[in-house]
Structure formats: structure tokens, C-alpha cells
């Protein structure tokens, strides 16, 4: 089992480029986002309004690129795939973020739901994106996020469909990780969120499933990819959805 | 007794100058701090890296005066007394914010231990600046905040005197009251947090104890003023220290 700082430099020389659901159990994985500092106070106070779907783990000030969670990380290298959005359009996936990082970005970690799928395993609750190697199915809801000036949208989730008997489980168990998107904010049938077809998620892959499972659907740090690309701002960069920056900090739960 | 919205009007009209101690149990009461946009990425990001000085209920967009947590309420008319500071130094107490209101100012309602002082008083805890009728004392302390940018510096703290079979209690309600400040910071000498003489606060007034009580001390909301004096900002604005801003917000604790 690799740790997250030799898992970060595979990601760096780009010797590998994966989802990173079941890599380094128990440490803190992040969603990132980079904008320009001119919208940091908006997507700031965004973040902490809507603390279920962008619970913030670190903020780090115009041009740095170096987190206090992961000593010696550089964010622009680190992540296994990242996206680059240009006036309100997705523009491309890159590896690295050399020809498109500014100095005057800021940058949000944001927790993310792949920190306590360990301990869903640990408890015997298959995933079934894991086994069957899929990033993670997401999908655009119609869940309102709270508003800040022209960041406004919905929801982004992660779903992951378990035994009906699993999921109460998995709710006393997520509950416990607020910094990692918390419980579920949905379980059941997705077209009371605005999901059409549980088969073509908007992000991620498509997961198999037999009838007689649940969808169970948790706030997802995609939200701001969604939000921000509809405020068509000149520019931000974020991870590729399931390709997540590891921290060196243990999954911390309350 | 009177509502938050009643006490409110007659802070708008000035019909009452005095401290909010002991006003309106139960419900949330607030430090006020507005400041210019261009710092309002700092500052938040100050906030959120110094949770215990300031933990954040609300703020508000530029130019907003009317929080969500106290329905028709101006935070420019309704707390008691404010405080000017001007190019880093304290320039004038006011009545209202008319003549010194920027349309660009952002406004934070951070937490305030006036909060918690009921859950105190109705566990049989004597406050000796109620009983006296003070401003509590506050002092600046050598205990460092979390940097951001220029805003950088030192903790301030209130402090009740209190038995010392009270203590344990004290900090087991307080601890509950997260919003507000929670547990204490220093219980006991207050040399060891760098306050000189304890009947000289920085702020508020002196309070008259003996010596068989023990100085408790909790973070406090007034850190911020300590900060964005030192930084030497062209303008802010807050609450005058003591002189809350009284929501309509029950207080909550986790």
C-alpha cells in the first residue's frame, strides 16, 4: 500500500493517471478548485454556505501551491487529471497545470466522500464503483445550494448503491465524517432530485447494479465545478471529478 | 423582559446606550465588524483559520445591512454603540453607522460569550460583572492567531472570575456553546497569556473579585478589532466592545 506522498509523486511524473477511490485508506482526499483572486471572497462565503457539498479543508492565499495537509505537495502536479474551464466552458483535461496555473489564483481543498469509503468497507459494505474499477458516478440535481452573488446552481452528488439493509449503517457511519460531504442527502428514487437516468451520469462512470439495491446519493465537491462553470467566469481550474488530491492528514471525524 | 427586535428599536432610536450582558437570555448575540470589500477575502479566510476568536454566524454581501438571522433589522442603527477606526487607529464611538457607512462594506456577525452567560446563571454560576453592572473586561494577550496576509497578531480574551468548584461546570456548558466561543482559552494566572495587571482590561471595565475566585478566560470577538487595527486598514467599523448586536436566533449548541 503506497502512502499519499508516494502516490503524489507517481500523479507528478504522471506514472499514473486513476481515480483515486480506494488509494491510501484513512487519509483526507480533497476536491480542488483554483480561481482568480478577484472571485475568492464570493467562492469563499459560497463554501461556507453550503457546507454539505463544500466543506472546506484548507484555503491556501494567491500563488501558493504548497498545502499545510500535505508537506512538500505542489497542487498543480499532484492531482491525476485535472480540468481547465474558460468563460463558463469546460476547455480540457490536462495532467499537470503548468501552462494554465496564474499567480494570483487561490486555491480551496475541499473534503470529499472518498475519505470514509474505507470505513464502509471495513463494516462490509461493498462499492460497487471500486469493484467494478468505475469512477464514480455523479450526477447535477435539482438540490438548491445557497446563493453568492452570480454563484448560484444545484447540487452536484455521488451515488453509490448499497443493500437495503447496509444503508442505515452507512448513514451512522458517513455522518460521523462532516468534513467528507457528512450523511447522505438523498436515498432512493432519483428522480425526486432531478436524475432522468441513473445510467448516464453527468460526471464519472455508469455503475451495474441489480434491482434490488438503493441508490444513496451524498453532496459531492463537484457542486462548485457546476456552479462556477455557470457563472462563466474567465477562468478556474479543478480536479478531474474522481481524480482527487490526497492529503497526508488521517481522516479526522467528530 | 424585552425581544431581540424590541431592544433593537430602541438601540435604532438611542434610547438606550449600555451593554448587552444580561439582555435578551437565550438568544444569539453577535460582534459586528464591516469592512471594505477589498479585504473581505482576508478577513473571512482570518475567520475560518481562527475559529475559537471568531466563529462565524453570518455575513453579509457588500453593501447588505439586514442580516437573515434578525428579520428587519439594520446592523448600520441596531447595536447599542459602534467603534470608527480609521488608517489603523481607533478614531470615535458613534451612535450609528450613517455618516461612515460604505456601500462596499462587508459585514461579519461573529459569535459572542453574552451567548452562553444565561446556560451559566441558570446552573447557579454568579457573574460578577452582571452583579456589578461593568462592561466585562477584555484584554489582549500573547496567545498568536492564525496569520492571514497582513492580518496578523494576537488573541483577545473576556473573563469571568469564578469559584473555583464552578470551573469544571463552566467549561462543560461553555464547551457546548461552539458558535460562541466554547470551552475557555486560560483558566488561571493571567501572566501566563501575557495580561500585566487584571484590573486594567484593554477593554470594558474592571471587575472587583477575591481572591478565592479564579480569572477564567475565553477567546474573544473583539480579536478582530486588535487585528485590523494592527493592520493599519484605510477603514473599518464594529460593534463598541460589550455593545452586541442581538439576533433573533435562539442559541444553538452541538
Known amino acids: 500500500m503506497r502512502s499519499p506522498k508516494e502516490m503524489r509523486d507517481l500523479f507528478r511524473k504522471n506514472e499514473r493517471v486513476m481515480t483515486t477511490s480506494d488509494l491510501c485508506p484513512h487519509y483526507l482526499q480533497t476536491n480542488l ?3 482568480p483572486y478577484e472571485y475568492a471572497f464570493d467562492f469563499l462565503l459560497f463554501c461556507k454556505r453550503n457546507p454539505k457539498a463544500c466543506p472546506l479543508i484548507e484555503v491556501l492565499e494567491p500563488g501558493q501551491v504548497e498545502p499545510t495537509t500535505a508537506f512538500g505537495a505542489d497542487i498543480r ?9 474558460k468563460n ?4 480540457k483535461e490536462v495532467l499537470n497545470l503548468y501552462d494554465d496555473w496564474c499567480d494570483s489564483f487561490v486555491t480551496f481543498l475541499i473534503g470529499c466522500s472518498f475519505t470514509f469509503e474505507k470505513a464502509l468497507v471495513e463494516q462490509g459494505i461493498q462499492l460497487l464503483h471500486q469493484e467494478q474499477q468505475r469512477v464514480i458516478p455523479m450526477y447535477r440535481t435539482t438540490i438548491p445550494c445557497q446563493s453568492v452573488g452570480m454563484f448560484t446552481g444545484n447540487m452536484v452528488v455521488s451515488m453509490r448503491p448499497l443493500k437495503p439493509s447496509e444503508v442505515d449503517q452507512a448513514i451512522d457511519i458517513t455522518s460521523k465524517f462532516e468534513t467528507s460531504h457528512g450523511s447522505p442527502v438523498h436515498i432512493g428514487d432519483p428522480n425526486e432530485i432531478g436524475i432522468e437516468d441513473i445510467n448516464h451520469p453527468d460526471y464519472g462512470e455508469s455503475v451495474d447494479f441489480e434491482e434490488d439495491r438503493v441508490p444513496v446519493f451524498w453532496a459531492c465537491g463537484v457542486t462548485p465545478q457546476n456552479v462556477l462553470e455557470k457563472a462563466g467566469i474567465p477562468i478556474f481550474v479543478s480536479h478531474a471529478p474522481g481524480h482527487m488530491f490526497i492529503t497526508d492528514s488521517v481522516e479526522e471525524y467528530r
Open 33 to 35: 478548485i483554483s480561481l
Open 77 to 85: 502536479t499532484d492531482v491525476p487529471k485535472y480540468r481547465v474551464y
Open 88 to 91: 463558463g466552458q469546460f476547455s
